[in-house]
């Protein structure tokens, strides 16, 4: 009784309806990623059961994509280990802008966080408390875009993995979450700076597209953060 009073409480909460708002706009997108994805999954040859568990345990869509066709050839662990790990780095950047806002809480509940915190929930997030300061509030907008986000994403993939057969490849609705990533990316960019750390790392990424296991993702976030480094630190120097 005292866990649904709290969740009444949360729900109405001005924070938490805010999380829900702002992350029920990319959503379109976000059930179309989802929906490849599980897609994918079964017509990579994984049964039922491990589809349905690399969404629930996994849940990082472009880890999956790019893991399932090393599955299906039977790449060695290693490989399969290593390419994840260099497509997800950028979540270590995430982290350590989380840590400004979540580092003070208990472990459980930072690990708790790093499992439900996403590209589009970092995003909005820091779109909406700009300055990295602990507020109370953050916490209710967090878990108001997990509210939408985590159902989203884990509704469509089995809605994907039990309608595999039926959808076909060539309508390439993945496509649509890229482009709201793409738009959300944008909405950033709004500083002289920011936009050179993007072409960069587009820019280097592309460049480097042909190197294995996704590393040319490494090269563009190396590159990207030492071109914001170094734009960082000349402006300091001249203020």
Same mark, same amino acid.
């Given at each position: 009784?005292?866990?649904?009073?709290?969740?009444?409480?949360? $729900? !109405? &909460?001005?924070? =938490?309806?805010?999380? #829900?708002?702002?992350?029920?706009? *990319?959503?379109?997108?976000? %059930?179309?990623?989802?929906?490849?994805?599980g897609v994918t999954m079964v017509k990579s040859g994984l049964s039922l059961p491990l589809a349905f568990g690399m969404s629930l345990l996994v849940f990082a869509g472009s880890a999956q994509l790019t893991a399932l066709p090393l599955i299906a050839a039977g790449a060695p662990l290693w490989v399969l280990?290593?390419?994840?790990?260099?497509?997800?780095?950028?979540?270590?950047?995430?982290?350590?802008?989380?840590?400004?806002?979540?580092?003070?809480?208990?472990?459980?509940?930072?690990?708790?966080?790093?499992?439900? $915190? !996403? &590209?589009?929930? =970092?995003?909005?997030? #820091?779109?909406?408390?700009?300055? *990295?300061?602990?507020?109370? %509030?953050?916490?209710?907008?967090?878990?108001?875009?997990?509210?939408?986000?985590?159902?989203?994403?884990?509704?469509?993939?089995?809605?994907?993995?039990?309608?595999?057969?039926?959808?076909?490849?060539?309508?390439?609705?993945?496509?649509?979450?890229?482009?709201?990533?793409?738009?959300?990316?944008?909405?950033?960019?709004?500083?002289?700076?920011?936009?050179?750390?993007?072409?960069?790392?587009?820019?280097?990424?592309?460049?480097?597209?042909?190197?294995?296991?996704?590393?040319?993702?490494?090269?563009?976030?190396? $590159? !990207?953060?030492?071109?914001?480094?170094?734009?960082?630190?000349?402006?300091?120097?001249?203020?």
């Amino acid at each position: 009784m005292q866990l649904v009073e709290r969740l009444r409480a949360l $729900a !109405a &909460d001005a924070d =938490f309806r805010q999380g #829900v708002r702002d992350m029920a706009s *990319p959503s379109l997108g976000l %059930a179309a990623w989802g929906l490849v994805t599980g897609v994918t999954m079964v017509k990579s040859g994984l049964s039922l059961p491990l589809a349905f568990g690399m969404s629930l345990l996994v849940f990082a869509g472009s880890a999956q994509l790019t893991a399932l066709p090393l599955i299906a050839a039977g790449a060695p662990l290693w490989v399969l280990l290593a390419t994840a790990f260099c497509v997800n780095l950028r979540f270590v950047i995430f982290s350590a802008q989380w840590r400004h806002y979540f580092g003070h809480l208990p472990r459980a509940q930072r690990l708790m966080r790093t499992y439900f $915190a !996403a &590209d589009l929930n =970092f995003v909005y997030f #820091v779109k909406r408390f700009p300055d *990295p300061v602990a507020q109370p %509030a953050q916490a209710r907008y967090f878990w108001g875009g997990v509210a939408v986000n985590w159902p989203t994403w884990q509704a469509c993939s089995f809605t994907g993995i039990l309608l595999a057969d039926s959808i076909p490849a060539h309508w390439g609705i993945g496509f649509a979450g890229v482009l709201a990533l793409l738009g959300l990316s944008y909405s950033l960019l709004s500083e002289k700076t920011l936009w050179w750390v993007a072409l960069t790392a587009g820019a280097v990424s592309i460049a480097t597209y042909a190197l294995p296991l996704k590393l040319n993702i490494l090269c563009a976030i190396v $590159a !990207a953060g030492a071109v914001g480094w170094w734009l960082d630190a000349r402006k300091a120097r001249h203020e």
